[in-house]
Structure formats: structure tokens, C-alpha cells
């Protein structure tokens, strides 16, 4: 790792470290293969936008952001930010089934999940946003002298947006503790960056040009996600200012839904294979002997299992709660 | 007793902000103009002196992120007062306002609460046109989950706009320009009661006639003139559009069978439609003839001071159709400005 002289020299990821991360990104990837191999009964009648290969980018979060006072927001692809904060996966599981105990009750769905006990504060639909609610939560927290630093997921189209630009003005002119943080993984649905932005366009070069510090980093490599969020909270803590990363990362399903789309081309199969072979959950497998491998199957099998019988099991809120809660 | 005071309208206001950021210490006031020296006309005057720029300050020209941001801060008990001084400006931020403020109370079951005001100021007149003049409270209280408030007096505007301030919802507090260097009595205090009571001003049996904002001012005007030549008003001041006062109305119009509702939307879909529709709707059989709407006609405000001579509507088209319904020919001085059309008063000059 090239450590330059703006990051303190940062120890070698432990073993253990190593070992949580796999067992994170594994998690939510039996969790959102789940999701995939349920949807077909079409008892989950809600949109769903998989993070399924894209995992890396928030399995980290509950071990480097332990505090339920960092705080993140998100955009539709929020399942993996989501359960790699730590929100409740039965609450989650729920929602997706429109139940009653669901995070929000039913209300919500895949689009819009809240957890605020383990700091996923909210993740919404419209392309950026959420992001100035993020910025907007850091103001709150210099007002109010709490403690904690904001994380902002979203994806490279919201880096298209007016909202993510103006955003990101007011959180340098104010040097609040944000990351920024864009999953790019080339795609607005179906159209490639190519017919988005200019062909030679690095967005973290251009997003630097602002006057932020950026980062760049390969987000399937799970390794180096986690060394990049631990220089980005040690310069947002140190230096009192917010930084972006830039992840470059790939999804391997369709852009909403359970099936995979690469029948329709628009993605080439050179990039699809590459893509593939550098997995972030294949980065990993090495580093985990069988026996472990084994072992957290099974248990994140039997959290999973649980977590949708409840779901199956559970009531539907009544009618008359769509119309309750519109006012405070 | 102690003498009742009378101040302006933008006092009021400023009275008002004081009187929240002084209460709540966690309450943030911001918008463009708020810290610069003219101080949205005065009405954010000393504020930022007084409490500091991290509580009142200036914005970068983003609309859309400001309101956000505001949101960001009032969902972690921050609540925010944001100004606009068009309200045609806070259209950039119409995807924070609909998408997130209206929703996101709803939307994660009552999780959060949105203690957002935004403060929308309408132009008229000195050449505003048709991109700094416009009334769209019909736009914003169509969205479930917002509320919209437009008060007609300065003692309204304080106490509205504490109420809007201390409200857990999205309010959309709407102040009409031409209101700002009104004078009037202010009461010594308040007790904070909810947003949606309508205000009856005068009383009478012959007609109900239903008003908002700046076009209250007409509606008094208009009713004592009826009130001189023995037509009796009840003269509705809605305060709240949103929630709506329908019991006032539905009451006054069972008593005097007749209604004029004035607003200053352009007339399709405006407050007014709605207001005419929920009477004939609900109590059908009290209306003795056909409501009427006096409201903006479907096209832009023009700019040029020629083109909005006669284009606003007001207290004449009040009395032109009491004196059409009544069948009786109204005596009445010219109370409007004779000399130009386009200032509320005779001191005021532009460019705002």
C-alpha cells in the first residue's frame, strides 16, 4: 500500500480483520442471493436493486464505523451499506415483504430503509437525493457538538446530478466531516458512462478539481476498500474536512431484479468476464481455510433462514395504517 | 392595559425569527440575503449578529442542496428556517420539497420528523413578471404531507410564523410582498396554537367571502364599501391553506348562501376551485346562486408597467359582482394607488 504524506503510516490488516470482512461480504451475498431466489414467488412486490458484487464497498462499515453516531445515507443500491452498518436484518427481510414489523412498517420497501440504532440513517430512490441530507446531518452535528462523522453513498450517475455538486460546495465551504463516497460501477441502468460524460473523464480528477481530497481505489479489491476507508476517517478526523472515494466496482445482476440481463449486450462479455474473475468475494477466498469457510455458511445460513420465515410469517399492516403517519 | 403596538409587517417577521432562535437553541435560519445588508428586506435584520453565522447565515445559490440540507439537519432535531425571496426560486428545490420533506415522515412511519418553514416571498408589481411573480400555493399544498400557511397581517405573520417554526411538519410559509411595509397591531404574546384555524375579520349575513394573503387586503377594502352601501360580509381570512378551515366556511356560506373566494393562483386548480368545490360538494343546497372565483387568469404576469395595468384582480371585481348579484349600484371611492398601478404604495420604489 503507497501511504503518502497525508495519511498516517496505517498497520497491516489483521488476520482477524481479514477474516470479518470475508464473513461480511459473504453475508450479504447469500443475503441478496436470497432476495434473488425468493423474488420468483412474487411475494416481495417492491423493486429491487441488488449489490450483489458491488458487496466490498459496505461490508466494511460496522467494523470501521462502529459508532451508531456515524451515520450514513444511500441511494436505491443501499442493501449492502445497509446490512454492512448492521441494520437488523429481520426488520430489513420484513420490509421487503411489506409487513408490519418492517422497518418502516411496509411503507418503505428496498428504496428507502432506515436503521438509525446502528446509524443507517435513511437511504432514498431519486438519483442524489439523500445526498445533501447527509450534508445536512454533518451541519446538525457541529450545531449540536455531537460526535461522529457522515458517510454518503451514491452511484456514478449521481455524480451527473446538480445536487451532488451543490452538496458538495457547502460541505467544503463548511469543512464538515463527510465521505463521499461513489460506487461507479459504469452503469445507469443500461447506459455506460460513454454516452454520459466525456470518454477521458476520471470523476475523482474531476471532483478534485472543486477542491476536495479524493481517493481512488479498486472497490472489488476488499482489501484495499478497507485501507481506503481507514486513511478516509483518519484525514476527515485529523484535517476537520471531507474527502471523496471513487470505487470502481461492478454489479452482476440486472439493474432492478432478481435475474441477471447480459442477454441483452450492453455490456461486453470481455468487461463482464474480467469483472467477474476479479470478484471481491474470490479477492478473498484464499485467505479463508475450508473449515471456517464451512462454518460461516452455515451461519449466516440459519440468520438468513430465520429471518425469512419470519417474513413469510408475519402480518400485513392493516389498511387503515396507510393512512396514519402523514402528519408529525 | 398596556398600549397595543403597531408595527410592520417585515417587523413582525423579524420579531418572530427572534423570538424562535431565541427559544430554541438548535434552530438554524439561512437562505440567500439573510446575512447581507439589506437583510431580506429587513426582515432577518441583526439576526445574524445577534446569534452568531452558524445559526443565521447566507447560502451558496443552491436551492436545491440547501433545502436538503436543511432536511439533513431538521430529521437530527436541528429544525431549519429557510428563505427564499421568490418564491419562483425554491422551484429548484422542488425535488427536496416533494420527495423528501413531504415524504419521509410517511415513509419511515413516523421515524423522523421534518421541522422545516420554508419562507416564500411573491413579487408584484415594478415590473416582477413572469418569473418573480408568482402565487403557487396550489402546487405546494396538492402535495400530501406539506403545509401551507399565508398570513395577511403582521400580528398573523409573527404568530404563524412561530407556529410554522414549532410545527414537527414541512411548512411552506408564504408572504406577500406587497405585505411587508403593512402596519398593524401586534398582540403582547401568543400561545402557540396549530397551523389550520381560519380568522373571521368581519361579520355579516348577505355574502361569504373567502380570502389569503395580500388578497385580504383587497377583500377588506371591498367589504366596506359593500358594508357602507348596506351589503353585510362575513369576510374569511384562510391564514392556512393547508390545513384548511373548511368548518369556517362551510359554516358562514350555510348562513348567508352566498361565496366569493378571492386568491391570487391562476384560476385553473387554484385554491379558490377547491374551495367552491368542497361547498358545492358538501352543501350543495345552501348555495342560493353560483359561487364565484376572483383569481389570476391562466397566462404569466407580464413585465411591462402598460401590460399589468387592470391584470390584477382585486376589490372592483368584488363589488362588480355584489352589484350585479344584489341588483344595486355601489357608491365608492377609488382606494387604490391613482397615480401608478404597479407600487402597494405611494413611497415605494423599486427595483424590488
Known sequence: ?328 | MPKKRIITFAEAINEGLRFSLLKNKNLLCFGLGVGDPKEVFGTTKNLQKQFGNQRVFDIPTSENAMTGIAIGCAINRCPVIMTHQRLDFSLLAFDQIVNNAAKIFYMFNGQFTVPITLRLIVGKGWGQGPTHAQSLQSLFAHIPGLKVVMPSNPNDAKKMLIQSIEDPNPVIYIEHRWLHDQKGHIEKSFNSKKIGKANLLMKGNDITIVSNSFMTTEALIAAKILRSNGIYADLIDLCSIKPLDEKAILKSVKKTRRLIVLDDGHDFLSIASEIISIVTIKQFDTLKISPKKITMPNFPVPTGYSLTKNFYPGHKDVIKYCQNIFDKNIKYDNFSNKNFHDVPHIRFKGPF
Open chain 1, 1 to 328: 500500500m503507497i501511504i503518502t504524506g497525508l495519511f498516517h503510516k496505517m498497520k497491516k490488516i489483521s488476520k482477524k480483520d481479514e477474516l470479518d470482512l470475508y464473513y461480511s461480504i459473504l453475508r450479504i451475498r447469500r443475503i441478496e442471493e436470497k432476495i434473488a431466489k425468493e423474488y420468483i414467488n412474487w411475494k416481495i412486490r417492491c423493486p429491487v436493486h441488488l449489490s450483489i458484487g458491488q458487496e466490498a464497498i459496505g461490508a466494511p462499515l460496522k467494523k470501521l464505523f462502529k459508532s451508531y453516531k456515524d451515520e450514513v445515507v444511500s441511494g436505491h443500491r443501499a442493501h449492502s451499506h445497509y446490512l454492512g452498518k448492521g441494520g437488523d436484518l429481520k426488520k430489513f427481510v420484513c420490509e421487503l415483504y411489506g409487513k408490519k414489523n418492517g422497518s418502516s412498517g411496509g411503507k418503505a420497501g428496498s428504496m428507502h430503509l432506515t436503521d438509525k440504532k446502528s446509524g443507517f440513517i435513511l437511504s432514498s430512490a431519486i438519483v442524489g437525493n439523500s445526498i445533501p441530507i447527509g450534508v445536512g446531518l454533518a451541519y446538525s452535528k457541529r450545531i449540536k457538538k455531537e460526535k461522529g462523522i457522515v458517510l454518503i453513498f451514491f452511484g456514478d450517475a449521481a455524480v451527473e446530478t446538480g445536487v451532488f455538486f451543490e452538496s458538495l460546495n457547502f460541505a467544503i465551504l463548511k469543512k464538515l466531516q463527510v465521505i463521499f463516497i461513489c460506487e461507479n460501477n459504469f452503469y445507469s441502468v443500461y447506459s455506460n458512462m460513454k454516452y454520459r460524460q466525456p470518454q477521458n473523464r476520471k470523476i475523482s480528477e474531476m471532483v478534485k478539481g472543486i477542491g476536495i481530497k479524493t481517493i481512488k481505489s479498486n472497490g472489488n479489491d476488499p482489501i484495499k476498500v478497507f485501507e481506503t476507508y481507514c486513511k478516509a476517517k483518519d484525514y476527515v478526523k485529523r484535517f476537520k474536512k471531507p474527502i471523496f472515494l471513487e470505487f470502481e466496482t461492478f454489479r452482476h445482476y440486472e439493474h432492478c431484479g432478481f435475474l441477471k440481463d447480459d442477454h441483452l449486450n450492453y455490456r461486453k462479455k470481455s468487461e463482464i468476464d474480467y469483472w467477474l474473475k476479479n470478484d471481491c468475494l474470490r479477492k478473498l477466498h484464499t485467505k479463508v481455510n475450508k473449515k471456517k469457510l464451512i462454518f460461516f455458511e452455515k451461519k449466516i445460513n440459519k440468520e438468513i433462514e430465520t429471518a425469512f420465515n419470519i417474513a413469510k410469517k408475519s402480518n400485513f399492516p392493516r389498511n387503515s395504517e396507510n393512512k396514519k403517519k402523514l402528519y408529525a
